[in-house]
């Protein structure tokens, strides 16, 4: 039998500020049960959503750049994109995100957080250094070092991943999905939310906007597309006025 290993929690005592709760059973090969079972209390998906995207934004309220912490801000974002899929109620998660964030905000009055939507677009240029990778403009020493420290995050944490492997690819795909879902939040734009299809053809979301066409490039092989596509979609929200015209030259 192998010793009782100490389990470290950090623990925060608040108010709830969830929008949905939801009764769950304690079922699962990870915990062993001896007594009748157990149901919790816990928030559900599309809460956990919103607060999980809050802790993506490194530059605000989520895990610094620069404290050799750069795996646990991967790991947020891998959790982000995993749970993308599994919202089914955009309004629950548009509210629990501005609960959390501003939660967090007064948690961290030393951060001088300016406000929500710093948080958002913190989340969303987090995300654009991802999908650049290396490709960074010379003079742009910030976001090149940005880079540096979030690939060294990629490559600590794909060992940690329970099944599969998590990649510099991966991670494109993870943040192209937390853009998309900051720019909901941003705009407040819940309806008709997309939902990518391997089917629908890839010129249908090359990106037009003469500041992010280089998107096409960089992300058009990732996830079949499905990176490129929710980048596209981002915009969409972002800047609905850049959406169409021609493409350039490839």
Do not use: C
Not at 19 to 39: A, G, N
Not at 40 to 68: H, M, R
Not at 234 to 242: E, F, G, R, V
């Amino acid at each position: 039998m192998n010793p009782e290993r100490e389990i470290l929690l950090d623990v925060l005592f608040a108010e709830n500020s969830y929008p949905v709760l939801v009764e769950r059973t304690i079922k699962t090969d990870w915990v062993i049960m001896t007594d009748d079972t157990i149901t919790v209390v816990t928030p559900d998906l599309n809460s956990i959503a919103g607060d999980k995207l809050v802790a993506f934004a490194p530059t605000t309220t989520g895990v610094p750049y620069g404290l050799e912490k750069e795996r646990e801000i991967i790991k947020q974002l891998f959790d982000v994109g995993n749970i993308f899929p599994l919202i089914d109620d955009w309004t629950v998660f548009v509210q629990a995100y501005r609960n959390a964030a501003d939660s967090e905000i007064r948690y961290r009055p030393e951060r001088n957080i300016a406000s929500i939507d710093a948080v958002l677009n913190d989340t969303i240029a987090t995300a654009l250094i991802i999908a650049r990778r290396e490709f960074h403009a010379a003079d742009d020493k910030d976001s090149k070092d940005k880079y540096t420290e979030l690939f060294r995050g990629v490559n600590q944490f794909t060992h940690f991943v329970f099944e599969g492997s998590f990649r510099i690819e991966h991670a494109q795909l993870a943040s192209a999905r937390a853009a998309y879902m900051a720019a909901i939040v941003l705009t407040g734009n819940t309806e008709n939310v997309a939902v990518f299809d391997p089917q629908k053809p890839l010129q249908e979301y090359m990106v037009r906007h003469p500041d992010y066409n280089f998107l096409n490039k960089r992300l058009k092989a990732v996830a079949k597309g499905e990176a490129l596509f929710y980048w596209y979609h981002t915009l969409a929200l972002l800047h609905p006025h850049d959406t169409d015209g021609p493409l350039p030259d490839p």
